[in-house]
T-cell receptor, first 115, second 110 residues
Framework: DAGITQSPRYKITETGRQVTLMCHQT?????MFWYRQDLGHGLRLIYY???????DKGEVPDGYVVSRSKTENFPLTLESATRSQTSVYFC??????????????FGDGTRLSIL | GQSLEQPSEVTAVEGAIVQINCTYQ??????LSWYQQHDGGAPTFLSY????GLEETGRFSSFLSRSDSYGYLLLQELQMKDSASYFC???????????FGKGTTLSVSS
């Protein structure tokens, strides 16, 4: 089925470990986004990408790395995980164009716990 | 940068009307969007306003006043299933990405 999928859905790891969260979309959307959601903070933009090989920092990029070698994939890597990165991570995509009346479609999220 | 303010919680009863306000500060304006999220699931798009005025989509309406940097989401004929979190959002970096408010939790009781 077409859509946007995130994996894993749940992940527990330890501080200092490297963790990669995967995001895959089948719509060929140009834009992809990573958000984190924490109680009291809503959804905060980590990184986004306008096309393959083009990425930009969002509101809270520190401690995260992204890549976009293929249009359909946008992995997010925590190079050395810290407890403050325990959160729910949402990936989203949007069709081409700068008009924001194109809705962002979100994945179901990855619940990440760092012990 | 951008910032958005919305109430953290709103309560209402079935059949009522509720308004969720959103004020924003942004260096460039590319429209105001609203998203709904149930129980920590995937947020879903509700509406978008680029111009002043009211946009109606079924029981939901969204209003924008650019001169006041203010908008609201109006939910009519409330149902239990409307219990959710509602987020307003504005464009970031020439409208490429969305920046979200902290969300308003709506609780609908019978």
């Amino acid at each position: 089925d077409a859509g946007i999928t995130q994996s894993p859905r749940y992940k527990i790891t330890e501080t200092g470990r490297q963790v990669t969260l995967m995001c895959h979309q089948t719509w060929s959307h140009s834009y992809m986004f990573w958000y984190r959601q924490d109680l009291g903070h809503g959804l905060r933009l980590i990184y986004y990408s306008a096309a393959a090989d083009i990425t930009d920092k969002g509101e809270v990029p520190d401690g995260y790395v992204v890549s976009r070698s293929k249009t359909e994939n946008f992995p997010l890597t925590l190079e050395s995980a810290t407890r403050s990165q325990t959160s729910v991570y949402f990936c989203a995509s949007r069709a081409t164009g700068t008009a924001l009346n194109q809705p962002q479609h979100f994945g179901d999220g990855t619940r990440l716990s760092i012990l | 940068g951008q910032s958005l303010e919305q109430p953290s919680e709103v309560t209402a009863v079935e059949g009522a009307i509720v308004q969720i306000n959103c004020t924003y500060q942004t260096s460039g304006f590319y429209g105001l969007s609203w998203y709904q999220q149930h129980d920590g699931g995937a947020p879903t798009f509700l509406s978008y306003n680029a111009l002043d005025g009211l946009e109606e989509t079924g029981r939901f309406s969204s209003f924008l006043s650019r001169s006041d940097s203010y908008g609201y989401l109006l939910l009519q004929e409330l149902q239990m299933k409307d219990s959710a979190s509602y987020f307003c959002a504005v464009g970031h970096q020439a409208g490429t990405a969305l920046i979200f408010g902290k969300g308003t939790t709506l609780s609908v009781s019978s």
